[in-house]
């Protein structure tokens, strides 16, 4: 079994800032893309960060230039930094890793259960 864990999320003001991590654990035989994608209530599921094997990134409009993703290949981990905080942050974050168990596999998408983040104004 794979399993993807998040943690981090927290109640926080606004301006502040957040730290996710997420740790992808069990048979797990190489990870190519991974991502951090959140759901407010009542809202569709968004990407808000994306980063490939190589280190090559990208972002929702709404978070450039406050948020950065980050990966350790060796660890299996994805971190999301998030900087200035706004209430429109506020939503449950999902970790998202497109990985292969065994050489011949085909890649597949896994989810984590989700943290949430809640920014107070």
């Known amino acids: 079994q794979v399993q993807l864990v998040e943690s981090g999320g927290d109640l926080v003001q606004a301006g502040g800032s957040l730290r996710l991590s997420c740790a992808a654990s069990g048979r797990i035989f190489s990870i190519n893309n991974m991502g951090w994608y959140r759901q407010a209530p009542g809202k569709e599921r968004e990407l808000v960060a994306h980063?490939?094997?190589?280190?090559?990134?990208s972002y929702a409009d709404s978070v450039k230039g406050r948020f950065t993703i980050s990966r350790d290949n060796a660890k299996n981990t994805v971190n999301l930094q998030m900087n200035s905080l706004k209430p429109e942050d506020t939503a449950v974050y999902y970790c998202?890793?497109?990985?292969?168990?065994?050489?011949?596999?085909?890649?597949?998408?896994?989810w984590g259960q989700g943290t949430q983040v809640t920014v107070s104004s």
């Open positions: 998202n890793a497109d990985l292969r168990r065994f050489l011949s596999d085909s890649y597949a998408e896994y």
């Open positions: 980063i490939t094997r190589g280190g090559s990134t």
